[in-house]
C-alpha cells in the first residue's frame, strides 16, 4: 500500500485542497481529484532525496505555527511602518550571519521557509563549512537580538520537531 500511496495524509491533503477549490462533490471531481492526489506524491518522490519528513510532536508543530503566524503580522506591521514613514537614509540594511546548531534538511528548509514568509528579512545563503546562515534584515537595529530570536524562536522548536529521535526525521 505505500507503494501506491506513498503519503496517504499528503494525498488527503490535496484531494481536500482540489474539492475546496472547485467547490464541488461530484463523482468526477472528486475521481480527478484522487488520482492527482495520488499520483502527485508519486511523482514528486524523485525530489525527496531524504525521505518524507516525520513530525514526532505536533502539538511543538502548533506553537511553532502560532509563533510564526504571530511574528509574521508583527513583521508585517513594523516593515510597512518604515516603508511609509521612515526616510530611506534612516533604514539600516544589513547582512547578518547566525550560527546553526540544526543539521536536518527538513528542518533547514522549514527555517528558510519561515524566515523568507516573515517581511524584513532574506534568508541568504547557508555557510556549509561552518554551519552559519546568512541573513538579510531590512533594518537592522539589535544584530543580538536577530540571533536570539532565530535560535529561540525558530531553530530550538524546528530542532524538538525533526531531530528528537537522534535523527533528522527522514524515512532512510
Not at 511574528?71 to 547582512?95: H, K
Not at 534568508?123 to 540571533?147: G, K, M, P, S, T
Not at 524546528?158 to 529521535?165: G, R, Y
Amino acid at each position: 500500500m505505500k507503494r501506491l500511496i506513498p503519503a496517504p495524509l499528503l494525498s488527503l491533503a490535496l484531494l481536500a485542497t482540489w474539492l475546496l477549490l472547485n467547490q464541488t462533490l461530484s463523482l468526477a471531481h472528486i475521481l480527478l481529484g484522487s488520482v492527482l492526489a495520488i499520483a502527485a506524491p508519486l511523482f514528486a518522490r524523485p525530489l525527496m532525496p531524504h525521505g518524507h519528513a516525520r513530525v514526532r510532536k505536533p502539538v511543538a508543530a502548533m506553537r511553532l505555527a502560532w509563533m510564526s503566524l504571530a511574528e509574521i503580522v508583527r513583521s508585517c506591521f513594523n516593515v510597512s511602518r518604515i516603508i511609509l514613514f521612515t526616510p530611506a537614509e534612516g533604514v539600516n540594511s544589513q547582512f547578518i550571519r547566525i550560527p546553526l546548531d540544526m543539521t536536518s534538511p527538513h528542518g533547514l528548509a522549514m527555517l528558510s521557509c519561515l524566515i523568507n514568509s516573515t517581511p524584513g528579512t532574506v534568508w541568504v545563503e547557508l555557510l556549509a563549512d561552518n554551519n552559519e546562515l546568512v541573513l538579510h534584515v531590512f533594518d537592522l537595529h539589535d544584530e543580538q537580538w536577530w540571533i536570539d530570536t532565530i535560535k529561540g524562536s525558530y531553530e530550538q522548536p524546528l530542532m524538538e520537531l525533526f531531530e528528537s529521535s537522534g535523527n533528522d526525521g527522514a524515512k532512510p
